[in-house]
């Protein structure tokens, strides 16, 4: 039998919770391509994620989290043909760049204000 209380100063702390990480070789889990990352004046977070499935292909979607909402992720099928390389944000936090391997940038605007939708300019 274990006792869950370690010492804490002045008196005793009781343990509420114990979470053990399942251990993945580097292989099952570091990134096979680089991986882009931005976070606007907005708190507004861009990124990327290398997550294939069967069906369906994330590595060229740009995801937007707001971090007063993080439950609220937004992701845009960016239409690059390579991987994303480079994400980047205006002054105003309400434009981001995307650039591609193959040299390609998109600009990308939110759409009436809001963080959850977004439209691309000029390529």
């Known amino acids: 039998m ?6 804490a100063a ?3 702390m009781d343990l ?3 979470c053990e990480w399942e251990k993945w070789s580097k292989s099952t889990h570091c990134p ?4 882009a990352c931005a976070w606007s004046c907005r708190n507004l977070i861009a990124f990327t ?3 294939r499935s069967d069906d ?3 590595t060229r979607m740009i995801h937007i989290l707001d971090t007063e909402h993080p439950w609220d992720l937004h992701s845009i099928p960016s239409e690059h043909h390579e991987a994303i390389t480079c994400l980047e944000w205006d002054q105003s936090g309400s434009r981001l760049l ?3 391997a193959d040299g390609q940038i ?6 009436d204000h809001l963080a959850n939708s977004w439209e691309g300019q000029v390529q």
Do not use: E, F, I, T
Not at 32 to 35: A, I, K, N, R, T
Not at 106 to 111: I, R, V
């Open 98 to 100: 995307s650039a591609d």
């Open 106 to 111: 998109k600009c990308w605007s939110m759409a």
């Open 49 to 51: 994620m290398d997550l």
């Open 32 to 35: 096979s391509v680089p991986l």
């Open 56 to 58: 369906q292909d994330l």
């Open 16 to 18: 509420a919770y114990v």
């Open 10 to 12: 002045g008196g005793m």
């Open 2 to 7: 274990c006792d869950l209380r370690r010492p």
